[in-house]
């Protein structure tokens, strides 16, 4: 996996899926932020790319998650 860069890279924490920020709230461990799919996406793809867009990553759509994330003023419930 490539190592993160970007303006939230320092908070990243390990997780099994791959970087993560930890969820603000801990109700479930982990949040995912707000973010409109573009065609073919899921919510979930969508909100993905949207952190890897934030910590300088790129998710492949359709594959493993990299990141399942994030926190303080990204941090949205889908």
């Known amino acids: 996996m490539t190592s993160p860069t970007g303006p939230l890279a320092a908070a990243l924490v390990t997780h099994p899926d791959g970087w993560v920020l930890p969820a603000p709230d801990g109700a479930n461990g982990w949040s995912l932020p707000t973010a409109v799919p573009t065609a073919g996406e899921t919510p979930r793809q969508a909100a993905t790319r949207a952190v890897g867009d934030a910590v300088g990553l790129t998710p492949r759509l359709g594959g493993p998650l990299l990141h399942?994330?994030?926190?303080a003023g990204l941090t949205a419930h889908c």
């Not at 399942?68 to 926190?71: A, E, F, L, P």
Request: proline fraction near 0%.
């Open 68 to 71: 399942d994330v994030v926190g």
